[in-house]
């Protein structure tokens, strides 16, 4: 299916909910883009939408769908915002553009599931694996029981090393999944020992459990159940900190393992001249995306210009960060080709189009990428100067997420956002001047975009944001209660406690992942191509 082309003043092509839905069932590439902020967005939405908030939209969408030519259909809240997006992208040189005619409400009027969370694609992925591959697991209180009758372990948590530190089952080792099998005989000292795997929920205990038996380790492996919220619940202690570990690595065992499962699972190698070709003479037809699954010392010592620094474990569980376009291409590069089999042949089980390179990273040809029109530059002032223009009757803004609003923002500053300027009060857009504090300072470029349109005020933005306001001794003060949830559309409510402590919350949020199998059979099926 092909949109019609749009100009920032045309009006853009409507598609019923049933036109969108045929486009995603399809083969061809098509780039479903949520345009609400996250917390709406996570309170709702259809299965194959990616998020691409509009405060942050012309920011991110050259990573989500770097092709101008793909065809982009937006969604909103049936407000109207999806239009204003349609046209903003169109700036941007985009030309296959539409908007899903009366919003997210329409998509659940015509009958079609919508889903909370975020990740809710990888998380539902995650569930069906479980149940196809009878993937086992342990629950808390077994594995403390364990624990403490000092049986013969190991605890593998697979999430990033940020979220290990800040919470993590007690004698656990740090090991991002896509790192597991590579890692394994590192952590693992004998075939007797039983292997644990945990996170925070289940989606990545599961993959990564299920990566090691795909790999076949010689030991028994299972997930802890419901990770550290499962843990949690049974009324056990978590852990914080990170214990120093370096692991001595058995690299030809691994690359053993991992080139058996890519055999198995029938993952793709693609060679250094077919890449360039996808990403040089025929990168107009098609998009590619190209993730660097190397650690940071390695892509700093040799960096492989275009492509993207990811975490392997991390794609798993939250491709639709950094992959905006259905039914597009994926390559996977890293050292020695372990992290990427183990990756792609998840990837490829998801649905996806996955092909890991074949070669050294320094094969890879330098591209030319395409040229993205700039977004303009708001002009910026030191705190000082933004102090002196509100003694003079400005107003100052904050773009900052709500909950840091809440914690602090400089004295007398409203808080708003990019979809809410129309609703800012008139005093404010009749002031002088309008200051915009953000941390980013991309947000405030774009809203003042918006703002152009609804004010004659002078519209600046404070060099360093809040952080400089407070280092030179400015005014900054809370508002626990402000803004009110009601207009906090920004932050997701929904089991948002979980991973503080709400035992509701924590068993709402497992609840909800054990679930999805079923509404995603309710729905037709996901696309998910499983090899069992």
């Known amino acids: ?9 045309a009006a853009v092509r409507l598609l019923s909910p049933q036109d969108v839905q045929a486009a995603l069932r399809g083969t061809g590439e098509i ?11 996570g309170e709702g939405h259809p299965f194959f939408a990616v998020n691409a908030p509009y405060s942050r939209l012309e920011l991110d969408i050259g990573a989500l769908v770097p092709r101008l030519a793909t065809p982009v259909v937006l969604l909103d809240e049936g407000d109207g915002l999806a239009v204003k997006a349609a046209q903003r992208l169109a700036a941007l040189g985009y030309s296959d553009l539409a908007a899903v005619e009366g919003g997210v409400a329409a998509w659940v009027a015509a009958g079609y599931e919508i889903y909370k969370s975020v990740n809710s694609r990888l998380k539902a992925f995650a569930e069906v694996v479980e149940h196809a591959f009878h993937t086992p697991a342990i629950e808390a209180a077994e594995l403390a029981r364990l624990k403490g009758e000092g049986a013969d372990l190991v605890i593998l948590d697979s999430r990033t090393p940020e979220e290990f530190a800040r919470f993590h ?41 299920q990566s090691l038996i795909d790999a076949q380790v010689p030991n028994r492996v299972v997930a802890l159940k419901g990770g550290t919220q499962g843990w949690r619940l049974a009324g056990l202690a978590l ?6 570990v370096a692991p001595v690595l058995d690299i030809p065992a691994a690359r053993a393992r991992a080139e058996a499962v890519r055999t198995r699972f029938g993952v793709p190698l693609v ?5 360039a070709r996808w990403r040089g003479a025929e990168a107009g037809a098609r998009t590619t995306f190209l993730f660097d699954l190397r650690d940071a010392a390695d892509r700093t010592a040799l960096p492989v210009p275009g492509a993207v620094a990811a975490p392997g474990g991390q794609l798993v569980q939250s491709l639709d960060k950094w992959v ?4 597009a291409r994926i390559v996977l590069i890293d050292a020695d080709g372990v992290r990427a089999c183990l990756t792609a042949h998840w990837l490829i089980q998801l649905g996806e189009d996955v092909h890991v ?14 040229a993205k029109a700039a977004i303009p530059a708001l002009p910026r002032v030191s705190p000082q100067e933004a102090a002196a223009l509100l003694k003079d009757g400005a107003r100052a803004l904050s773009l900052d997420a709500s909950a840091a609003y809440r914690a602090g923002h400089a004295a007398g500053a409203l808080w708003t956002i990019r979809p809410r300027l129309a609703a800012l009060p008139a005093d404010v857009l009749a002031a002088p001047a309008i200051v915009l504090f953000a941390a980013d300072p991309g947000v405030a470029d774009l809203a003042a975009l918006d703002l152009a349109g609804l004010t004659a005020a002078r519209i600046v933005a404070v060099e360093g944001g809040l952080a400089a306001w407070r280092a030179v001794g400015l005014p900054v003060e809370a508002s626990p209660a402000s803004p009110p949830d009601a207009e906090r559309i920004d932050y997701l409510f929904w089991a948002h406690d979980r991973h503080d402590g709400n035992p509701d919350a924590m068993r709402t949020y497992l609840g909800w992942e054990e679930q999805l199998p079923g509404q ?11 090899v069992v």
């Open 271 to 275: 060679d250094a001249a077919t890449l």
């Open 520 to 530: 995603v059979a309710a729905e037709g099926g996901a696309g998910f191509r499983l």
């Open 1 to 9: 299916m092909t949109f019609s082309a749009v100009t920032p003043s």
């Open 239 to 244: 852990e914080s900190g990170v214990v120093p």
């Open 31 to 41: 780039a479903f883009l949520d345009v609400r902020e996250e917390g709406q967005f």
């Open 324 to 327: 905006g376009v259905q039914h």
């Open 357 to 370: 390179f074949d070669g050294k990273p320094d094969d890879i040809a330098r591209v030319v990428d395409a």
């Open 169 to 209: 089952v007690p004698g656990a080792i740090s090991c991002p999944g896509a790192e597991l099998v590579e890692k394994f005989d590192a952590f693992v000292r004998a075939p007797e020992q039983l292997v644990v795997v945990s996170c925070a929920g289940r989606t990545r205990g599961i993959i990564g459990a």
